[in-house]
């Protein structure tokens, strides 16, 4: 029943996106030189996806504080908190406080959005309830709206890719993750995107895997891999060939170099661990393209999890860490 649950919400991910196409925000916010976006976890991945359709230079923050350039070279800056009370955002919102700065803000209320408010900065609320990784289409269409000027967009996209992931969740895409996760049984999985488009997707494929399906997984991006990780399958080659399955995350607009490598490290690790499988990215637009990759890789992560009768919903072990680290002395 959990599975189901976290498959109404999977399916919701279009209507979220529709949501932010249509509600009010305040004026596009201004990215002369660049943009610092600073989350964590299923909120702060909205500014990784984000980041590859910038037109301007972005870093994605996740942590306490601020980067220590931050004071030399003011950036535009974006706090991303779907619940609103992350602490290490809060810490880096204070600090922006602190240096004068005017964050932008994206959040379903608590602490964030008090402070938001109340200072006036420009910001969006987003509908709440929600665990902050099932909030992909609020929180990243939100930030697209901040920050619109800044960003590959044309009109339509946002309903297109909409219409995409629906069609993909809705049935399209089921049978391709169904086999996926088969071809994942019994293996950790190691997610592969390019630099570029889907190296971000590869990162949120990891989350939602170990999220949902409380399994562990990894993410590495091409062709970085082919200057390190291509030579570590050998050694516990007896483990890695059973144990371990790749799944790489493709785009048509990756580079013939790119197409060249992922054939030959695919043959040349293919005795040593299990290349379980490719994900085309479907869609016109790069935001389509995006988007069409993660609600696979949901999709992925939820049919982990039935196979595992796996509870998607909860997560007990980051729930006690945060009731742990609050009883800590700051």
């Known amino acids: 029943m959990a599975v189901e649950e976290m498959e109404q919400l999977v399916l919701g991910l279009g209507d979220q996106l529709r949501w932010a196409a249509d509600v009010e ?51 535009a800056m974006i706090a991303l908190s779907y619940s609103g009370n992350t602490e290490e955002t809060l810490s880096a919102v204070e600090e922006a406080r602190d240096l004068g ?35 992909l289409g609020y929180m990243m269409g939100s930030l697209l709206r901040l920050v619109e000027d800044s960003v590959d967009l044309k009109p339509g996209d946002f309903s297109a890719a909409a219409d995409l992931v629906d069609q993909l969740t809705g049935g399209l895409g089921r049978d391709l993750a169904a086999d996926l996760a088969a071809g994942l049984r019994d293996r950790i999985p190691v997610i592969y995107g390019t630099n570029g488009l889907t190296s971000p997707v590869a990162q949120r494929w990891k989350t939602q895997i170990n999220e949902n399906a409380k399994w562990p997984a990894w993410w590495n991006t091409m062709p970085e891999l082919d200057h390190n990780e291509i030579v570590s399958w050998t050694s516990l080659s007896t483990l890695t060939r059973r144990h371990v399955g790749i799944i790489a995350l493709r785009d048509d607009s990756e580079s013939s170099r790119v197409e060249a ?58 729930e006690t860490l945060k009731q742990l680290l609050a009883e800590e002395p700051l």
């Open 25 to 75: 925000a305040p004026a596009p916010i201004e990215v002369p030189g660049g943009l610092l976006i600073v989350g964590m976890g299923g909120s702060g991945i909205s500014g990784d996806l984000v980041s590859v359709l910038a037109s301007v230079p972005v870093t994605v923050h996740k942590g306490y504080g601020l980067p220590a350039w931050v004071s030399n070279r003011p950036p």
């Open 101 to 135: 700065l005017t964050p932008g803000v994206v959040t379903a209320g608590g602490a964030l959005g008090e402070v938001a408010v109340g200072n006036g900065w420009p910001h969006i609320i987003v509908p709440g309830g929600l665990q902050p990784r099932a909030a």
């Open 261 to 318: 490598r992922y054939n030959l490290t695919a043959r040349l690790t293919g005795s040593d661990v299990a290349w379980v499988g490719e994900v085309w990215a479907q869609g016109v637009s790069r935001l389509e393209r995006i988007l069409s990759l993660c609600a696979m890789g949901d999709l992925v992560s939820l049919e982990l999890a039935r196979a595992g009768s796996i509870d998607p919903m909860a997560v007990p072990e980051i």
